[in-house]
């Protein structure tokens, strides 16, 4: 299930997409890991919404971790 997230331009989105990865791994349930990462994401962007986190978190893991895409994803400029 590991990607190449070196390829990933955005700091928050690597670390969204590698945490995701690694808790499910070591056999973190799915949405214990994304909720994790929502976390992770309103860390670094605290004046990020509950809602906007949680669309940005759902769809880098959809383009990255379950289509494994490699074009741009929307997201924040860091």
């Known amino acids: 299930m590991s990607i190449e997230t070196s ?19 070591v056999g973190q349930q799915d949405m214990q890991a994304f909720a ?15 809602t906007e986190a949680r669309r940005l978190v ?10 494994q895409a490699r074009g741009q994803t929307p997201g924040c400029d860091c």
Not at 19 to 24: F, K, S
């Open 7 to 25: 390829r990933i331009g955005r700091k928050c989105e690597r670390a969204v997409v590698t945490a995701y990865q690694e808790l499910r791994e």
């Open 36 to 50: 994790a990462c929502t976390t992770l994401y309103r860390i670094h962007h605290p004046e990020s919404s509950v």
């Open 58 to 67: 759902a769809e880098w893991i959809d383009h990255h971790v379950v289509r």
